[in-house]
């Protein structure tokens, strides 16, 4: 009775920590989406632990960076990049103002402390009018690849976070009540169990105490 007490407990602690678990998972798709949702109104790259993703939306890189390419860059100081570094940067120009874009450095240039990047898409005809500074600058690429680009842009589409969300919800909720109903079928089967043994036990005792009242009186002894 002692063992079965504490499986039973067991259970209901791995039962608690795997909700737990389960709800902290869906609390952190819900900020991420929310935090996507966010990046996307602001048309920033999204950031995590120094570094930003980028799906490339232009040719001005081909052919290297395609456009759909994903693209990692790793958040770094403007005087760690030299020429023919690839970055990925926030536009300061009217036009395109908080633009991610991603370009190649082609010229650096120093103004006292100040350093600045020349940038130019390999594609374009010319370099960028604006200078890239350490503010608008996001860091050099590290990675990039046409493969995940599906994927990321899928990933990183509000929607597409939402409708996981949602699937992940109702999917727990589903798992919830699917053992919900396997314990009140394994408790009615056992309270039915229960009550079988209890009424065959109830005849048994009947059916003895009937032999014992109707059981015909010993005549052999004799005096």
């Known amino acids: 009775m002692k063992r079965q007490y504490s499986?039973?407990?067991?259970?209901?602690?791995?039962?608690k920590v795997a909700s737990i678990i389960s709800w902290c998972f869906f609390a952190l798709?819900?900020?991420?989406?929310?935090y996507v949702l966010g990046c996307r109104v602001t048309g920033n790259a999204p950031t995590f632990f120094g570094y930003s993703f980028?799906?490339?939306?232009?040719?001005?890189?081909?052919?290297?960076?395609?456009?759909?390419?994903f693209v990692v860059s790793k958040k770094c100081d403007i005087s760690d990049v030299k020429i023919n570094d690839d970055i990925l940067f926030e536009s300061v120009d009217p036009l395109l103002k908080d633009i991610v874009i991603v370009h190649r450095v082609i010229a650096i240039a120093f103004q006292g402390e100040n350093v600045s990047l020349i940038t130019k898409g390999i594609n374009n005809p010319s370099a960028d009018?604006?200078?890239?500074?350490?503010?608008?600058?996001?860091?050099?690429?590290?990675?990039?690849?046409s493969n995940?680009?599906?994927?990321?842009?899928?990933?990183?589409?509000?929607?597409?976070?939402f409708f996981i969300l949602v699937l992940g919800v109702?999917?727990?909720?589903?798992?919830?009540?699917?053992?919900?109903?396997?314990?009140?079928?394994?408790?009615?089967?056992k309270n039915k169990r229960e009550s079988m043994m209890e009424s065959v036990k109830l005849e048994l005792e009947e059916y003895i105490k009937n032999n014992k009242n109707d059981r015909p009186p010993n005549n052999d002894y004799k005096g």
């Open 7 to 15: 499986k039973q407990n067991k259970n209901k602690i791995k039962s």
């Open 29 to 34: 798709i819900f900020l991420l989406l929310m």
């Open 54 to 69: 980028h799906i490339v939306v232009t040719q001005s890189m081909e052919p290297e960076i395609k456009v759909g390419d």
């Open 129 to 145: 009018i604006n200078p890239v500074r350490q503010e608008n600058l996001l860091g050099k690429v590290v990675v990039t690849n």
């Open 148 to 161: 995940l680009g599906g994927i990321a842009k899928f990933l990183f589409n509000g929607y597409a976070l």
């Open 170 to 189: 109702l999917i727990f909720i589903m798992v919830k009540q699917i053992k919900k109903i396997k314990v009140e079928v394994a408790q009615y089967k």
